[in-house]
């Protein structure tokens, strides 16, 4: 297939490179972010990290404001895609679905240094704190739901009824939160592996029946 534009046919391996070229400016908006802090990150200084030309950068996102927002709407929907995966399976137990949702949190890919960076970039630049609500906000609360919902589960399975699903959930992202900044600040002490287990034993520590 071959798309038009004003000037010329855009072939199938020309779209390609378009998505390639993107994704690598992305990636090094990301990079850059994570290495210069908002302020300081310059279009130029992301072409030059992806290695496309600064000329195409412009033309692609117009501004450096759409191109640090478009970096933060990337790790919020890839985020959003992973859990939401995750609670959309089919035939697992409640214990299970939390296992999977601790891991994902967790998992290099999700946690990494850099995307925690420009999480706390944007929530702590005063600036760009209503555009990250913007992006955000909506999903953090669906993400929140949902916990409260499968805590929930676990709850009703266990007959407990001393602790409240709301409390928990919270607790849960709350220690993400913190354990998301242990990760970027201290890596030696807070490896991935390290923060799964603290939170695997809090739910052990809660529900010693089902989480063994």
Known sequence: MRLVTKNKYISSSEQVELSTNHQKLIDATIETIA???????????????????????????KSKENLLLSSLK?????????????FEEQNISPEERVLKIIENDFSSKIASRNKIAVWIAFYSEVKFR?????????QEEIYSEQMEKLIQEILDKNKEKALSAKEISETYLSMVDGLWQRILFDPKTYSHEFCKKLVNNYFKTLFPKTFS
């Open 35 to 61: 290495k210069r802090g908002l302020g300081e990150t310059t279009i130029s200084h992301v072409s030059q990290a992806a290695k496309v030309s600064q000329g195409y950068a412009n033309f692609r996102f």
């Open 74 to 86: 990337f790790i919020s929907d890839e985020y959003k895609k992973s859990w939401s995966k995750i």
């Open 130 to 138: 209503p555009s990250y609500l913007s992006i955000c906000q909506h």
